[in-house]
């Protein structure tokens, strides 16, 4: 949804104050990479077109100019935040930015006309580009804002929101949204000082946020606050950040100058963020993808497997082959789990009868050694993580990651403080660093949090990759399972 501009500045210890961000984490990617595919269509285009006319050298030997154009183009979008999200612009602007930014490359461009040879470049070849490429970069623009106005792709999570403020600043929010159809979800208003936010739907008072994040499966909280009421804002932001809720701030504040903050804007609104989670948008996105790949390929897998797998279960205990339950997913979403079922058909209801001898504390996970529910055939799935192979199709849908945290059951959830809401604060994955550093073996519930959001805080591709790998290896040694 919303990107901040400005990356942290570090601390002392040379450690951001915040997560870590990177250039990509203002920008959308996508919207990059269509510039770039349309800057080389149309340099193709322009050559076959001026080959007609004038006698050129191969493609290859004009490739100079998409060296030179295209790093131009992306630092002068860039440079007018047009790949931002949050920075909004009517078609008209976007005629005015495209029209100068083309004007500036073809000029920087021909610049460097002076530095090549004159038997690798076409004068021909350079007006036709050069008129060619404002042409089908305004139809792009155009068509682009249009589409996202539309219906925003589908790798992009829509943000479930709730804004806390008074009426006059939460308004002017709302307009801005709505003009420009931003892809997020208003779930309510939350009220401070009693002051009511006529014709839109109130979850409540302030004093209860944590309650209103809880049953409503929040993922930011947008607060949109007078001036004179900042000072009593902090401890409702630091209730957030406990939760793993990223938070942002509406400041209707002139001349406001602020150091090492993420900002963005809102219309004319400055808005500070603090984001616990450290996965930007382009991360996102590359997570998003290695999960297809890995999710279409653990189908395959699990299609064979499941043809000997389901007979076994079948054979041994009647009921279904594939057992689905409620967990919760990505900041409290509900979601239907599959595994294939290890258990006998009625093991929720005996897991009351168990709790007694459950081997973690306060009741938030159920760990129990020679689990009388495990049939013999379960107890083999289990041991070699087969039984967890449905749960590709979680992955696939978008409802888990390959690499996250587990997916706890509602009740669990019901019971947590809030410190450890956090863990649910990104999707829920089919292993995760407390799987691969101990799983079963570890029992103490605040061990399993410590993991699960030093995961979140030091993700990258390269720790995800580093434990599926690792899973593999507990999986074959059919270790810390049971």
């Known amino acids: 949804m919303f990107i901040p501009d400005n990356k942290v500045q570090p601390d002392n210890k040379g450690e951001s104050t915040m997560h870590r961000a ?33 006698n050129l050298f191969e493609l290859k ?11 131009v183009w992306l630092f002068l979008m860039g440079n007018t935040r047009i790949y931002e999200k949050i920075v909004f612009f009517n078609y008209d602007k976007i005629l005015r930015i495209v029209l100068v930014s083309a004007i500036i490359s073809d000029l920087f461009l021909a610049a460097m006309i002076f530095f090549v040879k004159e038997t690798v470049f076409s004068r021909t070849l350079y007006v036709i580009f050069c008129t060619s490429i404002v042409l089908t970069l305004l139809i ?20 479930r929101v709730v804004i806390v403020g008074t009426p006059r600043v939460a308004r002017k929010f709302t307009e801005y949204v ?47 606050l007078p001036k004179d009421y900042l000072g009593e804002v902090e401890k409702y932001v630091l209730m957030c950040e406990e939760m793993g809720i990223t938070v942002r701030m509406l400041l209707d504040l002139y001349d406001l100058k602020i150091a090492k903050t993420y900002l963005s804007n809102v219309g004319t609104l400055p808005m500070l963020t603090f984001d616990t989670v450290s996965l930007n948008q382009a991360e ?18 699990t299609g064979v497997i499941a043809l000997f797998t389901v007979i076994a279960i079948k054979l041994e205990s009647p009921g279904p082959a594939i057992f689905a339950q409620n967990r919760v997913g990505l900041n409290g979403r509900t979601f239907k789990l599959y595994k294939f079922r290890s258990m006998c058909v009625d093991a929720e209801k005996k897991k009351e009868e168990l709790m007694k001898y ?35 199709i979680n992955v696939l849908k978008g409802e888990m990651s390959l690499v996250g945290t587990r997916p706890p059951t509602v009740d669990e959830v019901s019971k947590y403080e809030n410190y450890q809401r956090r863990r649910i604060s990104i999707k829920p994955g089919m292993t995760g660093l407390w799987q691969v550093s101990g799983r079963s073996s570890i029992m103490d519930f605040d061990e399993v949090v410590r993991l699960d959001t030093k995961y979140i805080d030091e993700w990258s591709i390269f720790l995800d990759i580093k434990i599926i790998l690792k899973t593999f290896l507990v999986v074959f040694k059919k270790r810390g399972a049971y």
Request: charged letters at 20%.
């Open 22 to 54: 990177n250039i990509f984490s203002a920008s959308h990617i996508i919207h990059a990479f269509v510039d770039i595919i349309v800057i080389i269509l149309t340099f193709i285009i322009s050559y076959l077109i001026t080959k007609n006319y004038v």
């Open 358 to 392: 459950n081997q973690i504390e306060g009741g938030l996970m159920f760990k129990m050694k020679n689990d009388p529910r495990i049939t013999k055939v379960g107890g083999f799935i289990r041991k070699t993580s087969i039984d967890e192979l449905p749960q590709f």
């Open 284 to 301: 996102l996105f590359l997570k998003r993808l290695m999960d297809i790949v890995g999710a279409s390929i653990g189908i395959l897998l």
């Open 178 to 224: 709505q003009k420009n159809n931003v892809n997020i979800n208003i779930l309510g208003y939350v009220k401070v000082k009693d002051k009511s936010i006529k014709g839109h739907v109130e979850l409540g008072s302030i004093e209860n946020l944590d309650e209103i994040i809880k049953e409503n499966a929040v993922d930011e909280v947008i607060f949109a």
């Open 61 to 71: 030997e004009y490739s100079w100019i998409l060296i030179v154009y295209i790093p």
């Open 140 to 159: 792009e623009k155009f068509i682009y804002k249009f589409a996202a106005m539309e219906k925003h792709m589908s790798l992009q999570r829509v943000s």
